[in-house]
């Protein structure tokens, strides 16, 4: 069994990451020799007069220090861990930073140099991952049977499609997989509060996952919404909302869920008159995530998930509520009543599925209601980021009308970030159970541990308002 803490990287992974990060650095230099030295230079001037400091630099400190670190014998998993992590938080500094945005204007200009730029961006994003896939459990164990719609797994859950007080949404698009193992284990999850769900089929242009929901569909396990077009994800979650009339979850399709999930996200709705919304912890929730915030944490194998779900459960009631800047969309239970006062999202600027949470999240701000995070409730969340060319532009052209709109967004969210009112919930997740492989639940995740993270804590400087830039909350994507 890995112990994170002190197994080393064996010399085949050292030797992909080392490889990752020699491309990574060779394409950023030719990107910024390329794009940042050449006309129209006019534009990189104006960009750094107006304040936001180019992180190429930083970036590439970052990379070359990281190479020579995996040239040292002996590196542990812990180590690299923590050198991905930071990597990490670095590149999304990079893409979610005003800069950047002007970046993918500026190789606009020059057509010749956005392949490159996006060449750049997805060798980064690859490094992380190759830390990641020895340490986490793959979702490729998932039970071949989840696979095949007509198999005897679907044939023992319980069906979700009578009329109830909450309605579960789960927008779906892409990843047939991820999204059979989301909906498996939404219909498998026990909880006291019933509940109806809701799949709304964004026109998928993945042909048997629009015929397994159909299948699934016509089981009367849950409801379906499919649409004859695409129409994005604000649209589609819209849609969904339009067409319930309780308590909502919008839940992403590449989550996975526990026992009494739900009961915990209802009680902690009713707890709070100015609850707005509230979210569960997960692995990978950007400012819920833990024990690294804004990341997406490996998970070593060692106990189940089921025992993390028990675990948190058993902090005492008066804990279990903190107060977020903003929903995190990954998983959001909204009351009803919330919605008809505040509305629901922005389709016309959100409509490719990005910022549309955090607008409406400010949105219900300003109408007096309150987010939350529940500290008795997680949702493992896959993930994912597209680093095209196009998402990337969407997403800067969503950061920047947050910044518009909202003035007050970014510094709240590094007030969150500086303050770190999850702190207390760290221990709770070091002391999950070792060595103990848990009851395996097809569609679930069997061997999850939160106790070996490869994380070292370290608050010796504030965190300021530019520090908390990178740490913005998840833009939700169906993709």
């Not at 392949?115 to 793959?138: M, S, T, V, Y």
Request: aromatic content about 8%; proline content about 6%.
């Amino acid at each position: 069994m890995l112990d994170a803490d002190a197994d080393e990287l064996s010399p085949a992974l050292t030797d992909r990451m080392r490889m990752a990060l020699d491309d990574a650095i060779a394409t950023l230099n030719i990107v910024q020799n390329g794009i940042l030295t050449r006309p129209p230079l006019y534009l990189y001037s104006r960009l750094q007069s107006k304040g936001p400091s180019d992180p190429f630099p930083r970036l590439l400190a970052l990379l070359t220090t990281a190479r020579r670190t995996l040239s040292y014998p002996g590196l542990l998993y812990s180590d690299a861990v923590r050198t991905a992590n930071q990597i990490d938080e670095q590149l999304d500094f990079l893409r979610r930073s005003r800069f950047y945005s002007w970046l993918v204007r500026l190789a606009e200009v020059q057509p010749t140099k956005s392949q490159r730029l996006g060449h750049g961006i997805r060798a980064l994003a690859d490094i992380k991952p190759l830390l990641e896939k020895p340490l986490a459990p793959d979702l490729d164990e998932i039970e071949p049977q989840l696979l095949d719609v007509a198999s005897a797994i679907w044939v023992n859950v319980r069906p979700l499609k009578a009329d109830a007080a909450v309605t579960i949404i789960v927008p779906v698009y892409e990843g047939r997989k991820y999204t059979l193992a989301c909906l498996h284990s939404v219909l498998a999850a026990r909880n006291q509060i019933s509940a109806r769900l809701l799949v709304v089929d964004d026109c998928s242009p993945d042909e048997q996952l629009r015929s397994d929901v159909q299948r699934l569909a016509s089981q009367a396990l849950f409801d379906l919404i499919q649409h004859s077009d695409n129409r994005g994800f604000a649209s589609t979650v819209n849609d969904g909302i339009l067409a319930t009339s309780g308590d909502v979850v919008l839940l992403n399709a590449d989550t996975l869920v526990c026992d009494g999930w739900l009961d915990h996200l209802h009680a902690a709705a009713k707890a709070r008159q100015e609850l707005g919304s509230v979210s569960p912890l997960s692995n990978n929730a950007t400012i819920l995530s833990y024990p690294a915030i804004n990341s997406s944490n490996p998970l070593p194998a060692d106990s189940s998930l089921r025992e993390l779900c028990q675990l948190l459960e058993e902090q005492r009631e008066e804990d279990t509520l903190i107060e977020i800047p903003t929903t995190v969309g990954f998983c959001m239970y909204v009351p009803r009543h919330v919605f008809e006062e505040v509305g629901i999202f922005d389709e016309a600027a959100f409509g490719h599925g990005y910022g549309e949470e955090c607008d409406w999240a400010m949105r219900a701000r300003h109408k007096g209601y309150r987010h939350f995070a529940t500290r008795r409730a997680f949702v493992y969340h896959h993930g994912g980021v597209s680093f095209s060319e196009r998402a990337a532009r969407q997403q800067a052209d969503a950061a920047e009308m947050l910044r518009r709109r909202y003035p007050n967004y970014w510094p709240l969210v590094a007030e969150h970030i500086a303050t770190d009112p999850l702190a207390k919930t760290r221990p709770i997740f070091r002391s999950a159970p070792s060595n103990s492989c848990g009851e395996r639940r097809p569609g679930h995740i069997t061997r999850v541990s939160f106790h070996r993270w490869g994380y070292e804590e370290s608050r010796s400087a504030p965190v300021t308002v530019a520090q908390g830039l990178r740490h913005t909350v998840d833009f939700c994507s169906a993709r």
